[in-house]
Each structure stands twice: as C-alpha cells, then as structure tokens.
C-alpha cells in the first residue's frame, strides 16, 4: 500500500470520529437556522403550512412599536449589564488570586449563585425586590421610607432585571480570570518587584495586558448571553409593566407560542440573530484592535510609577 493511500485512509478514519458530532451540530444549529430563514419569508401558524409573503414580516417588524420596545429595552439591558460582567469579575479575580483558605471560601461563595437555575434565581430575588411583603421594601419600612417599585415601576423594572443578572452571571467570567491570571509567569512579577515597580504600574503593564484575550472572551461571552434575556422577565414580570422588560426573546416567545404566528417569530429570531452578530464582530474589531495600540504603545515595566 502506497503512502498516499495510506494518508487517504487515516484522513477517512479521522472524518469518521468527527462525523458524530458534525452530524449533531448540523442537525441542531445549521439546519435551524437556515429553516428559520426560510420560515421568515412565509405566514405562517403552528399547525402546518403557510403563505410566502416575501419580507413583509420583517417590514411589518420595523413598523411594530411593540417589537421597537422590546428591541429597545434588550440594548438597554445589555448595556446595564456587559460592563459590570466584564469588570467587577476581573476585581474579584485579582482580590481572590490567592492560594489561602479565606480566598477559596469567597470563590465558592461568588461561584455559587452560577449554578443555580433562572427559576430559583428569580423566585428568591421576586422575594427581595417585591413592593408587598419584599425583604427591599421591610427594611425601607423600618427607615420610615416608602417602598421602591423595583419591579412595577417603568423607570426602573430593568435596572431590577440587571441587578439580578449581574448577581447570577458573575461566577462564571469570574473564575475564567482566575484561570487567565493564573497562567501568568511568576517571573514577570518577580522581575517587576526587583525593579521597585508599584502595584498600580504592575497591574497595567503586566497583568491587564497578559489577561487582554480573557478579558475580549468575556465581554463578547456576555454581549451574546445577555441579548437573550427571557427566563428572568418571563418569570418576575412577565414583561411589564406596560411592555418596560420586554425583551426580544420574549416578544418572540409570545408571538410564536401564543399569537403562533410562527413565521413572523421568525423574522424577529433572524432580526436579533443579525444584531447579535454585528455587535458581536464590531466588539471583537474594536476590542483586539485597542489591546494591540496599546500593547504596542506600552513601555517597559521600570521604576515608581
């Protein structure tokens, strides 16, 4: 058997351990999405069939005031939400990089609310934040002050939805950071210490730059988790008051699951899909393109700074 025979056939054996997962990932992410396209062009309801209609259903979108709400409060919680989830995890991570005792309890503590499911996480915070009854709104009582609406207010109903996000979402990037700071060499810092460098120029020069592909990992991690809120509206609110929490997903929730007119869903599901991508690459350009300058721009870590 020749060599390029040979090479063939490993190359065949290796497509063959391969092709489980390919056929897995094809069937449940390819084969939607493309399907969704499609479905986006036609009216259709949940019980078979349909109408192509072109791109009515996405020009009936954009003249859907319901739709522009919701489209409206996702970036609007995306923004309450991403630069706190890509902020204060890498505090904790550069508080907690330690190898005591008392640092991996607060670990565990900060990792804990992480694995916790969207309906224990919002069944306890509706008992917080509550305007009747809540723990918010006894201890105002107990000042004398009257109760915020954190969840019927309009103002503020999705202030309350990214305070609770934030609370849940902050293990995970948290221990990511750990595990980037961790893959530092200690040599580094050991070389900085000898050069009389401060904590301040260490942390800038050293370990923000060493944990910069960490740090766009976790910030688009969380633009594309968090334009997909549902759970913590659909179960705490229900999207009001007056629409004020209604994300995307959940307008296509309703729309699909209990209007079923399943081919207008999904052109609001190709809409977000298309928003989800762009923020997504205009984050990563923007993000990769600041860390080089300023990695390029950085001087040598010596002296006070």
């Known amino acids: 058997m020749t060599a390029s025979s040979l090479k063939s056939r490993g190359s065949w054996t290796n ?3 391969v092709a489980p997962y390919l056929f897995v990932y094809l069937c449940l992410l390819i084969y939607p999405l493309i399907a969704g396209m499609g479905l986006s062009l036609f009216k259709a309801d949940l019980f078979g069939g349909g109408t192509f209609v072109g791109f009515e259903n996405f020009a009936r979108l954009f003249r859907d005031e319901v739709f522009l709400q919701s489209v409206a409060n996702t970036f609007y919680f995306v923004a309450l939400t991403v630069p706190p989830l890509t902020v204060l995890p890498l505090f904790l991570a550069l508080l907690l990089n330690r190898t005591t005792r008392v640092a991996a309890f607060f670990r565990g503590v900060f990792f804990s609310s992480s694995v916790l499911s969207v309906t224990i996480v919002t069944l306890v915070w509706r008992m917080i934040l509550m305007s009747e009854g809540g723990l918010a709104s006894n201890i105002t009582a107990l000042f004398g002050a009257e109760a915020i609406a954190f969840l019927s207010d309009p103002k503020i109903v999705m202030i309350s939805m990214a305070i609770i996000t934030v609370w849940w979402c902050l293990g995970l990037p948290m221990m990511l950071y750990l595990s980037a700071l961790q893959q530092v060499p200690k040599d580094i810092y050991e070389a900085a210490e000898l050069d009389n460098a401060s904590w ?3 942390l800038w020069s050293i370990t923000l730059p060493s944990v910069s592909r960490t740090i766009i990992l976790v910030a688009i991690f969380e633009c594309v988790l968090q334009f997909q809120l549902f759970g913590q509206p659909q179960l705490i609110t229900q999207g009001g008051p007056n629409g004020a929490s209604r994300p995307i997903v959940l307008f296509i929730f309703e729309i ?3 209007r079923w007119d399943v081919g207008y869903a999904a052109a609001a599901s190709q809409i977000l899909f298309a928003i989800i991508l762009i923020a ?4 990563y350009f923007v993000t990769t393109r600041r860390s080089r300058s300023e990695a390029l721009a ?3 870590v010596r002296g006070n700074a």
């Open 200 to 202: 301040w120029r260490t």
């Open 298 to 300: 950085q001087p040598k």
């Open 15 to 17: 497509a063959l351990f």
């Open 280 to 283: 997504t690459l205009v984050q």
């Open 256 to 258: 699909g699951f209990r």
